[in-house]
């Protein structure tokens, strides 16, 4: 069963700084997805990551993808208020199979 | 088009109503997923079809009744819920291979009393 963690679950940040959400996962897989979701509001997808060594970034986050550790970081730089959410990593192995998502991180950015 | 619409937004219902819950999409995706989602939890898998057919179905009770009747619409019936079934009810949609990725639609907060 793949199973999909993140760490930290919790993160309260300041403006300004830097910090790294990291997803583990337990299958080997090519696919991992991260997603972005403001409270009451549904999945906003940030980045498809397909491939060892991806990289993609958008604004303020950068993802990347390592298969052979299983592993993937979401690192935010310079915070701002603007990116408090939560935030989930999830990976699939087929299409139209199932997407596990990890437990979520919920990011807070404090002025 | 690139979204997939789910109707009603919001859905306050009985323990002894029967509602449905309804998704659209027309980028020509070939899977469609309900997932469930509590507060402050990941989404969870319900059902999966694939082809308009049910591939998936994750021990989900008969009370939610999944159908697909073409390659674009995606219902979820609803009978006899209780009120721990309240939450989130997301649905998604892919294609069956590339390119990856899964839109979500913005979902029905679902309510049971």
């Known amino acids: 069963e793949l199973k999909v963690e993140q760490n930290p679950l919790f993160l309260s940040m300041q403006e300004g700084k830097n910090y790294t959400i990291y997803c583990n996962y337990s299958?080997?897989?090519?696919?991992l997805y991260w997603y972005r979701q403001d409270p009451g509001k549904s999945l906003e997808s940030l980045f498809v990551l397909l491939s060892n060594g991806a990289v993609k970034q958008e604004g303020r986050l950068m993802a990347s993808l390592d298969t052979k550790a299983r592993l993937s970081t979401l690192h935010i730089t310079a915070a701002v208020h603007d990116l408090s959410a939560t935030y989930f990593c999830a990976v699939d192995i087929t299409s139209g199979s199932r997407l596990t998502f990890g437990e979520g991180t919920q990011l807070t950015v404090n002025p | 088009d690139t979204e997939v619409t789910q109707t009603p937004k919001h859905l306050v219902m009985g323990m002894t109503n029967k509602k449905s819950l309804k998704c659209e999409q027309h980028?020509?995706?070939?899977?469609m997923y309900w997932y469930k989602q509590k507060a402050k939890k990941p989404p969870e898998l319900m059902f999966v079809y694939s082809y308009e057919k049910l591939s998936i179905n994750e021990s989900v009770p008969s009370r939610f009744s999944p159908e697909c009747p073409n390659s674009s619409l995606l219902n979820l019936h609803l009978h006899a819920l209780q009120p721990e079934d309240s939450a989130l009810y997301l649905c998604a949609s892919s294609h069956l291979g590339p390119p990856y990725g899964y839109t979500f639609g913005s979902g029905t907060r679902l309510t049971v009393v």
């Open positions: 980028m020509g995706h070939r899977a």
């Open positions: 299958t080997t897989s090519d696919r």
